[in-house]
Protein backbone atom coordinates (compact mmCIF):
# COMPACT_ATOMS: atom_id res chain seq x y z
CA UNK A 1 0.00 0.00 0.00
CA UNK A 2 2.29 2.21 0.81
CA UNK A 3 4.38 2.12 -2.68
CA UNK A 4 0.92 2.50 -4.14
CA UNK A 5 0.26 5.68 -2.14
CA UNK A 6 4.26 7.17 -3.23
CA UNK A 7 3.40 5.94 -6.88
CA UNK A 8 -0.13 8.28 -6.44
CA UNK A 9 1.86 11.22 -4.88
CA UNK A 10 4.51 11.21 -8.14
CA UNK A 11 1.77 11.54 -10.39
CA UNK A 12 -0.26 14.06 -8.99
CA UNK A 13 2.65 16.15 -8.03
CA UNK A 14 4.82 15.24 -11.65
CA UNK A 15 1.83 15.30 -13.38
CA UNK A 16 2.31 11.83 -15.32
CA UNK A 17 0.21 8.65 -16.11
CA UNK A 18 1.96 6.18 -14.20
CA UNK A 19 4.96 5.15 -12.21
CA UNK A 20 7.03 2.16 -12.47
CA UNK A 21 10.06 1.25 -10.54
CA UNK A 22 12.45 -1.24 -12.51
CA UNK A 23 16.15 -2.72 -12.16
CA UNK A 24 16.72 -2.04 -15.40
CA UNK A 25 15.35 -0.60 -18.53
CA UNK A 26 15.87 -2.44 -22.26
CA UNK A 27 17.77 -0.73 -24.63
CA UNK A 28 20.07 1.49 -22.26
CA UNK A 29 23.36 0.78 -23.15
CA UNK A 30 26.58 2.23 -21.08
CA UNK A 31 29.87 3.23 -22.12
CA UNK A 32 33.06 3.18 -19.55
CA UNK A 33 35.49 5.20 -20.18
CA UNK A 34 38.61 5.40 -17.62
CA UNK A 35 38.93 8.51 -15.31
CA UNK A 36 42.84 8.82 -15.52
CA UNK A 37 43.00 11.51 -12.37
CA UNK A 38 41.74 8.82 -10.32
CA UNK A 39 43.57 6.04 -11.85
CA UNK A 40 46.78 7.58 -11.79
CA UNK A 41 47.54 8.35 -8.61
CA UNK A 42 46.12 5.26 -7.10
CA UNK A 43 48.32 3.01 -9.24
CA UNK A 44 51.17 5.34 -10.71
CA UNK A 45 53.36 3.22 -13.31
CA UNK A 46 51.05 0.74 -13.39
CA UNK A 47 48.18 3.03 -14.78
CA UNK A 48 48.83 2.39 -18.61
CA UNK A 49 48.11 -1.15 -17.59
CA UNK A 50 45.05 -0.54 -15.74
CA UNK A 51 43.95 1.51 -18.25
CA UNK A 52 44.13 -1.18 -21.31
CA UNK A 53 42.50 -3.54 -19.33
CA UNK A 54 39.90 -1.85 -18.17
CA UNK A 55 39.78 -0.77 -22.58
CA UNK A 56 39.40 -4.88 -23.37
CA UNK A 57 36.69 -5.93 -20.98
CA UNK A 58 33.39 -5.25 -21.87
CA UNK A 59 31.65 -2.23 -19.79
CA UNK A 60 28.95 -5.31 -18.73
CA UNK A 61 31.65 -7.23 -17.17
CA UNK A 62 33.05 -3.92 -15.41
CA UNK A 63 29.32 -2.99 -14.36
CA UNK A 64 28.21 -6.08 -13.03
CA UNK A 65 31.12 -6.54 -10.97
CA UNK A 66 30.98 -3.11 -9.67
CA UNK A 67 27.40 -2.92 -9.08
CA UNK A 68 27.55 -6.41 -7.33
CA UNK A 69 30.70 -6.18 -4.92
CA UNK A 70 31.23 -2.22 -4.99
CA UNK A 71 34.45 -2.97 -7.61
CA UNK A 72 35.61 -4.46 -10.34
CA UNK A 73 38.89 -6.60 -8.73
CA UNK A 74 41.83 -7.95 -11.07
CA UNK A 75 45.33 -9.00 -11.02
CA UNK A 76 48.21 -7.15 -13.05
CA UNK A 77 52.13 -7.79 -12.31
CA UNK A 78 50.88 -9.65 -9.22
CA UNK A 79 49.30 -6.51 -7.43
CA UNK A 80 45.84 -6.52 -7.02
CA UNK A 81 43.50 -3.63 -8.71
CA UNK A 82 40.51 -2.65 -7.53
CA UNK A 83 38.08 -0.09 -9.60
CA UNK A 84 35.85 1.13 -8.17
CA UNK A 85 32.73 3.35 -9.45
CA UNK A 86 34.32 6.66 -8.96
CA UNK A 87 37.23 5.48 -10.59
CA UNK A 88 35.04 5.58 -14.18
CA UNK A 89 33.54 7.95 -15.99
CA UNK A 90 29.92 6.44 -17.13
CA UNK A 91 28.12 7.60 -20.58
CA UNK A 92 24.29 6.21 -21.46
CA UNK A 93 22.87 5.59 -24.35
CA UNK A 94 19.38 5.90 -23.93
CA UNK A 95 16.89 5.18 -26.64
CA UNK A 96 13.74 7.21 -27.51
CA UNK A 97 11.41 8.45 -26.37
CA UNK A 98 13.50 8.49 -23.05
CA UNK A 99 15.06 10.95 -21.13
CA UNK A 100 17.72 10.38 -18.19
CA UNK A 101 17.99 11.86 -15.01
CA UNK A 102 20.48 10.05 -12.33
CA UNK A 103 19.91 10.78 -8.79
CA UNK A 104 21.37 9.03 -5.50
CA UNK A 105 20.29 5.66 -5.90
CA UNK A 106 19.62 5.18 -9.54
CA UNK A 107 17.82 6.89 -12.74
CA UNK A 108 14.54 8.18 -13.44
CA UNK A 109 13.36 7.56 -17.60
CA UNK A 110 10.89 10.10 -18.62
CA UNK A 111 8.99 8.57 -21.47
CA UNK A 112 8.46 12.02 -23.43
CA UNK A 113 5.97 10.33 -25.86
CA UNK A 114 2.57 12.36 -26.88
CA UNK A 115 -0.16 10.36 -28.04
CA UNK A 116 -3.83 12.09 -29.35
CA UNK A 117 -5.06 11.29 -26.20
CA UNK A 118 -2.18 12.99 -23.80
CA UNK A 119 -2.39 16.38 -26.39
CA UNK A 120 -6.53 16.02 -25.55
CA UNK A 121 -5.92 15.98 -22.00
CA UNK A 122 -3.56 18.61 -22.06
CA UNK A 123 -6.14 20.90 -23.71
CA UNK A 124 -8.15 19.68 -21.45
CA UNK A 125 -6.68 20.51 -17.87
CA UNK A 126 -5.49 24.04 -19.43
CA UNK A 127 -8.97 24.56 -20.22
CA UNK A 128 -10.29 23.77 -16.53
CA UNK A 129 -7.53 25.93 -14.95
CA UNK A 130 -8.86 29.15 -17.24
CA UNK A 131 -12.24 28.63 -16.17
CA UNK A 132 -11.19 28.23 -12.45
CA UNK A 133 -9.16 31.44 -12.83
CA UNK A 134 -12.57 32.82 -14.51
CA UNK A 135 -14.48 32.20 -11.40
CA UNK A 136 -12.37 33.53 -8.86
CA UNK A 137 -12.07 36.71 -10.75
CA UNK A 138 -15.98 36.49 -11.22
CA UNK A 139 -16.29 36.26 -6.99
CA UNK A 140 -17.74 32.77 -7.20
CA UNK A 141 -17.15 30.59 -4.61
CA UNK A 142 -15.85 26.91 -4.61
CA UNK A 143 -19.54 25.47 -3.78
CA UNK A 144 -21.27 27.68 -6.40
CA UNK A 145 -22.16 26.06 -9.32
CA UNK A 146 -22.76 27.27 -12.81
CA UNK A 147 -23.57 26.87 -16.60
CA UNK A 148 -20.83 26.98 -18.90
CA UNK A 149 -20.71 27.42 -23.01
CA UNK A 150 -17.29 26.95 -24.81
CA UNK A 151 -16.75 28.25 -28.15
CA UNK A 152 -13.43 26.91 -29.64
CA UNK A 153 -12.44 25.54 -32.87
CA UNK A 154 -13.65 21.92 -34.67
CA UNK A 155 -10.24 20.47 -33.75
CA UNK A 156 -10.27 21.47 -30.57
CA UNK A 157 -13.76 20.57 -30.01
CA UNK A 158 -13.28 16.83 -30.79
CA UNK A 159 -10.65 16.69 -28.11
CA UNK A 160 -13.00 18.60 -25.09
CA UNK A 161 -15.79 16.08 -25.84
CA UNK A 162 -13.68 13.37 -24.71
CA UNK A 163 -13.13 15.17 -21.46
CA UNK A 164 -16.20 16.60 -20.97
CA UNK A 165 -17.57 14.97 -17.89
CA UNK A 166 -14.12 16.25 -16.10
CA UNK A 167 -14.19 19.24 -17.35
CA UNK A 168 -17.66 19.85 -16.06
CA UNK A 169 -16.81 18.41 -12.89
CA UNK A 170 -13.87 20.31 -12.20
CA UNK A 171 -15.50 23.54 -12.72
CA UNK A 172 -18.03 23.08 -10.71
CA UNK A 173 -20.83 22.90 -13.64
CA UNK A 174 -24.14 21.71 -13.70
CA UNK A 175 -24.31 22.06 -17.50
CA UNK A 176 -21.51 22.87 -19.95
CA UNK A 177 -21.50 22.90 -23.72
CA UNK A 178 -18.91 22.84 -25.89
CA UNK A 179 -19.48 24.03 -29.83
CA UNK A 180 -18.05 26.02 -32.59
CA UNK A 181 -20.73 28.72 -31.99
CA UNK A 182 -21.37 31.67 -29.04
CA UNK A 183 -24.66 30.56 -26.95
CA UNK A 184 -28.06 30.88 -27.72
CA UNK A 185 -28.82 32.93 -24.93
CA UNK A 186 -26.95 35.66 -22.54
CA UNK A 187 -24.81 34.27 -19.65
CA UNK A 188 -23.53 36.59 -16.98
CA UNK A 189 -19.93 35.96 -17.28
CA UNK A 190 -17.91 35.73 -20.09
CA UNK A 191 -14.13 35.29 -20.94
CA UNK A 192 -11.19 34.78 -23.32
CA UNK A 193 -8.15 33.03 -23.11
CA UNK A 194 -6.15 30.85 -25.44
CA UNK A 195 -4.53 27.41 -25.14
CA UNK A 196 -1.43 26.43 -26.89
CA UNK A 197 -2.80 29.37 -29.39
CA UNK A 198 -5.74 28.23 -29.90
CA UNK A 199 -8.76 30.77 -28.75
CA UNK A 200 -11.15 29.59 -26.52
CA UNK A 201 -14.12 32.13 -25.62
CA UNK A 202 -16.35 31.02 -22.51
CA UNK A 203 -19.48 31.96 -20.98
CA UNK A 204 -20.56 31.59 -17.56
CA UNK A 205 -23.12 32.20 -15.01
CA UNK A 206 -24.10 30.96 -11.38
CA UNK A 207 -26.99 28.67 -10.98
Known sequence: KAVHDLQDIFMTQLNCKSVAVRKEISGIHVKVKPDYGKIGPAYAELSPQVIAKLALDSPET????????????????????????????????????????????????????????????????????????????????????????????????????????????????????ITSAEPSRTLAQQGEFAVKGQAVAVWFEKV
Open 62 to 177: IMSHVKKEGAYVFALEGREVRITQAMLQLEYSVPEPYHQMEFRHGFVYLDASRSEMLEAEGYAREVMRQIQGLRKSAGLEKRDRINVHLKVAAPMKAMLDRFAGEIQEKVGAREIQ
